[in-house]
């Protein structure tokens, strides 16, 4: 059986040795998040824009829809190719005449090399209509990069800003950690002179232990969120960046709700994106049309074969030039049933702009919204900041004159360093939010 005096001294030391323990966890895990490269977010979102895999992919369609476009420019050229072929026959046709013996009509083996060409000489637009359509798949492609370049530059911030408060936490749980092992030296300095007893430096070592296991949930964020930038920079998932410091942004400008509707609507490029679609939607109606309309050709074919008479076995120039005319009458409703599908998809295309629209009216409600706040925050905070620093110093004054408990001013401390953190974290949604409001109304977030 433990006897109760022999209680206060065990707790101690099973403090005193986690407290050891988590020192030594926070020094290793925050030598390994020593910043070994100072990153900006403007040259993070620079790299993360122009090396991410999505930008890439985005681009490769981009050089697909170019080669798309001369495929089908290519309707407007003549085709050229060279034919050879050889054939032997039988029976071939004989017959005898009185005086001139047997007279073959065609040779048994036949030779033939030519060269032909074929050219389109008008079809109905076909080409055209073609052509206009994977232009703007091409602008439809190039949309979609503005796009992926927007959104990646939005997670760059985000991940940035999660990453510049975890370090300016590290920070302030590293000041409060400071004022109180000062404190805990005092307390240490009055218990040898016996006006502080053991209960006085046990709660205040329980509180270091307390904020530094706090540092560590900190540290491995830290960890999450470097890994998170690493994986946007392309980078080895354990290399340790530290971010500079940018919590000052440009405020935003002054518009109406509905001024900024009319430009989200007009400048975010998820609309952008859905008139193309509707646009392209509008084309391919117009290439399945002409599909369906006839078309003209030119050919021309010169060369040399064999079978011709007296001789059939003699090589003799060639030639043959003349016009092909292809007119669709009936192909079993085939090209109506498409035509519908292709209104349909026109429709189609309509309702989600509408739709699109209407949920931009709502982001760009709700980040004006947020901004608002966010900035009322911030004052509210530095107020609470202000008030927790000045209870504080009351605090710690009362203390030494006796008149407060150890707990009173270890609360006073805990208060100061929350309100940093409280008022740190709204400087840091403030700045985030107006990044989103920006955004939100189609400002570009990597120029």
Do not use: W
């Not at 209680?7 to 290793?28: D, K, N, R, Y």
């Not at 495929?71 to 407007?76: C, I, P």
């Not at 049309?289 to 003209?296: E, F, G």
């Amino acid at each position: 059986m433990i006897k109760k005096k022999h209680i206060l001294p065990l707790l101690v030391g099973v403090v005193m040795a986690f407290s050891q323990q988590l020192s030594a966890q926070t020094e290793t895990v925050a030598m390994e998040t020593s910043p070994t490269d100072s990153l900006s977010l403007d040259s993070i979102i620079s790299k993360v824009v122009s090396s991410y895999p999505s930008v890439k992919e985005a681009e490769e369609a981009i050089k697909r829809a170019d080669t798309q476009i001369d495929l089908a420019r290519s309707g407007h050229y003549p085709d050229v190719s060279v034919n050879g072929s050889y054939s032997h026959i039988g029976p071939v046709t004989k017959f005898t005449v009185p005086g001139m013996g047997e007279i073959q009509m065609n040779p048994n083996d036949n030779y033939s090399a030519t060269v032909d060409i074929s050219q389109s000489i008008y079809d109905f637009g076909k080409t055209a209509a073609n052509l206009a359509y994977q232009q703007e798949s091409k602008q439809l492609g190039k949309q979609t990069l503005e796009r992926v370049k927007q959104q990646l530059s939005i997670r760059a911030v985000h991940t940035y800003y999660s990453l510049l408060f975890l370090q300016e936490a590290i920070d302030i749980k590293n000041e409060q950690l400071a004022n109180l092992q000062r404190h805990l030296d005092f307390i240490n300095k009055k218990m040898a002179t016996g006006s502080a007893t053991q209960y006085e430096a046990l709660s205040t070592k329980v509180k270091i232990s307390g904020v530094k296991s706090q540092k560590l949930d900190i540290l491995s964020s830290i960890r999450i969120q470097q890994a998170v930038l690493n994986t946007l920079l392309g980078e080895p998932e354990t290399k340790h960046h530290f971010v500079k410091e940018k919590l000052t942004v440009d405020k935003t400008r002054n518009l109406k709700a509905d001024t900024m509707i009319n430009m989200a609507v007009r400048n975010r490029d998820e609309m952008k994106i859905a008139r193309e679609k509707t646009r392209l939607a509008e084309l391919n109606l117009n290439l399945i049309k002409a599909k369906n309309t006839p078309n003209l050709k030119a050919f021309a074919s010169a060369g040399a074969k064999d079978g011709y008479l007296p001789d059939l076995y003699q090589f003799k120039p060639n030639y043959a030039v003349g016009l092909d005319l292809h007119i669709p009458i009936y192909d079993a409703n085939r090209n109506k049933n498409q035509q519908l599908l292709a209104k349909s998809g026109i429709q189609s295309s309509v309702y989600e702009t509408e739709r699109m629209q209407r949920e931009v009216a709502s982001d760009v409600i709700k980040s004006s919204a947020n901004v608002e706040t966010a900035a009322h925050k911030v004052q509210q905070f530095k107020l609470q900041l202000k008030q927790a620093r000045d209870a504080f110093s009351l605090a710690e004054t009362s203390f030494k004159a006796g008149s407060i408990t150890n707990l009173d001013l270890l609360d006073a401390t805990t208060a100061v360093s929350n309100s940093r953190l409280l008022l740190l974290k709204s400087e840091i949604d403030y700045a985030l939010s107006i990044y989103d409001l920006q955004a939100s109304i189609g400002d570009r977030m990597y120029e």
